[in-house]
């Protein structure tokens, strides 16, 4: 009974934490929003600089981590594929992959 409400406090403590990360669009749509903010726009200027801002690739300080995700997800796959891996052993493996 202890053991469970461990586990059940663990896992909300790992989706808290989860949830609270911002994604790289949602770190551009508050840049976006600053900058909209700081020109004082409003109306249908407010909503074409949004499009506009939105619309552009990310600053070379930001790397487009949602493709290089991707990618690792892809090789992690392969290699567990290659490798026959099935069920937690396959979980744990994709795991300790994404991680590198």
């Keep these: 009974m202890i053991a469970s409400r461990i586990a059940v406090v663990c896992f909300a403590s790992l989706f808290a934490a989860s949830a609270f990360a911002a994604t790289p ?13 700081a020109k004082a726009l409003k109306g249908d200027e407010r909503k074409k600089f949004m499009s506009d801002c939105l619309k552009k690739a990310p600053p070379a300080s930001q790397p487009a981590a949602a493709a290089t995700q991707q990618d690792k ?5 392969k290699e567990a594929g290659d490798k026959k891996l ?4 396959r979980k744990a493996f994709m795991s300790n992959c994404l991680k590198k």
């Design 73 to 77: 997800m892809k090789v992690c796959n």
């Design 86 to 89: 099935k069920g937690d052993e």
């Design 25 to 37: 669009q949602q770190e551009k749509m508050k840049t976006c929003n600053q900058e909209a903010s």
